[in-house]
């Protein structure tokens, strides 16, 4: 099965500053990659999904590009903000099972 | 329902009782899932519903584990003769069911279960 692996584990920046996430995937025929945002306590949420046929997709100030080739994909997070802090999930999915990185703890300091 | 629903959001039990988490699905959802969250941990497949097919029960960690959706709406998850490594947030999403997996996941907001 699908094995997604999610870089670093925990992030800490400065207000304005931007945060990188990083994932890997291990299964070849995986062609959607969507990142879901989860706020303390609260239930996790669509941020942004990218397909196999592109390469970078942007939605304000996030942005994931995607190496089909090296089986990597990545969040962008520019100008960060307080409301940014939560933890980030990554996954891959070759059809309707997602497959989850472990998660990254971001933590925007004023 | 404005979103997915999940009872009870806590649950405290002894080892060896059993659980039954329950979900109810955004109306019209085709596709239900569950998925478990261990503490510092990915969130973890464990069954898929899709309409009238066949359940995917791969991510099931043992024979314990079971669930079913009634009606193509509510699911109950069971857990049988609970252990404390079960101890997790369990997490029931739903999505249209059209797009076969590459669409959003509406995730309800989980329920707690602690093993004693």
């Known amino acids: 099965g699908e094995n997604v692996e999610q870089h670093p584990s925990t992030l800490s920046v400065q207000e304005g500053d931007s945060a990188v996430i990083k994932c890997t995937y291990s299964?070849?025929?995986?062609?959607?990659f969507p990142w879901y945002k989860q706020e303390l306590g609260k239930r996790p949420q669509l941020i942004i999904d990218?397909?196999?046929?592109?390469g970078e997709k942007k939605d304000q100030r996030i942005a994931v590009t995607l190496n089909k080739t090296a089986k990597h994909f990545s969040l962008h997070i520019t100008e960060t903000q307080p409301e940014d802090s939560a933890v980030y999930f990554c996954?891959?999915?070759?059809?309707?099972?997602?497959?989850f990185g472990a998660g990254t703890t971001v933590t925007v300091r004023a | 329902g404005a979103g997915v629903s999940q009872s009870p959001s806590n649950k405290v039990t002894e080892k060896g009782k059993d659980v039954e988490l329950r979900c109810d699905p955004i109306?019209?959802?085709?596709?239900l899932y569950w998925y478990r969250q261990s503490l510092g941990q990915g969130l973890e497949f464990l069954i898929y519903?899709?309409?009238?097919?066949?359940?995917?029960k791969s991510g099931l960690p043992s024979d314990r584990f079971s669930a079913e959706r009634t009606g193509g709406s509510v699911s109950t998850l069971t857990i049988q003769r609970t252990q404390q490594e079960d101890s997790a947030v369990y997490l029931c999403?739903?999505?249209?069911?059209?797009?076969?997996?590459?669409?959003?996941?509406?995730f309800g907001e989980g329920s707690r279960l602690t093993v004693l």
């Open positions: 996954a891959a999915s070759p059809g309707y099972k997602l497959s």
């Open positions: 999403a739903s999505s249209a069911g059209g797009r076969q997996g590459k669409e959003e996941l509406f």
């Open positions: 299964d070849s025929a995986s062609n959607y």
């Open positions: 990218i397909r196999s046929n592109v």
């Open positions: 109306s019209g959802h085709t596709a």
């Open positions: 519903f899709q309409g009238n097919s066949a359940p995917d």
